[in-house]
């Protein structure tokens, strides 16, 4: 069975500081890994996602995360939060021995980012 | 514009009543998915459908059903057997091309039973 731990329910960062948001994985095989943002009363857009190409991997807006395998993390980075960056944000993880890497995708319980002024 | 819609945004339901919620995409996609979404606690699969007529359960399947008799349609009814659907509930789809694509998703269906 797969697992995902997103440390910090709750993160503040200053507004130019950088933003980091940790989420680490549990899987008996090579895992296929995303970040999904969300705003409030909105769907999941998808930040980036690992598919055992390239270790680090760079999103959209200014997010990238790298693939640590040996501690089993994926966490997100942002060199400098913008006001726009205050959101909630969902680690995923998903089975790439099933038919297809995206189905039955298993969420963290989310960190919701707060951009201090 | 493709992409998925969800309707309605805000639904209330009675306690003992069926609810349905509608999921139409216009992305072609093979894949649709059910997910319930409630604070601290992340999204939790429903259902899943890869292929029209044919769904399978999720991990929290009990009191909902689905039906996938259109490709771009999978509607979920909430039943009077759900005993806690308060709840965000987003609909998703996914192509099968045979390479790693994310799921995109709708913007949702809040749930209020009054």
């Known amino acids: 069975a797969q697992s995902v731990t997103q440390l910090g329910s709750h993160v503040s960062v200053s507004e130019g500081a950088l933003v980091l948001l940790r989420c680490n994985y549990s899987s008996s095989v090579p895992p296929y890994l995303f970040w999904y943002v969300q705003y409030p009363n909105q769907g999941l857009q998808l930040l980036l996602k690992y598919t055992s190409a390239a270790t680090l991997v760079k999103g959209i807006n200014g997010f990238e995360a790298e693939f640590k395998k040996s501690e089993t993390s994926f966490h997100l980075t942002k060199p400098s939060a913008h006001m726009s960056d205050a959101a909630e944000y969902f680690c995923a993880v998903s089975d790439p021995t099933s038919n297809f890497g995206n189905e039955k995708l298993t969420f963290g319980t989310g960190t919701r980012l707060t951009i201090i002024p | 514009d493709g992409g998925i819609t969800q309707s309605p945004k805000y639904l209330f339901r009675k306690e003992g009543q069926n609810v349905t919620l509608s999921c139409e995409q216009n992305?072609?996609?093979?894949?649709m998915y059910w997910y319930r979404q409630d604070p601290g606690q992340g999204l939790r699969l429903i259902y899943y459908s890869q292929i029209v007529n044919d769904f399978q359960k999720g991990d929290i399947a009990e009191g909902y059903s689905v039906s996938r008799e259109k490709k771009e349609s999978f509607p979920l009814t909430v039943t009077s057997a759900q005993k806690n659907p308060t709840a965000f509930y987003l609909c998703?789809?996914?192509?099968?091309?045979?390479?790693?694509?994310?799921?995109?998703f709708g913007q949702g269906t809040r749930l209020t039973v009054v």
């Open positions: 992305l072609n996609h093979d894949a």
């Open positions: 998703a789809s996914s192509p099968r091309t045979g390479e790693v694509t994310e799921a995109f």
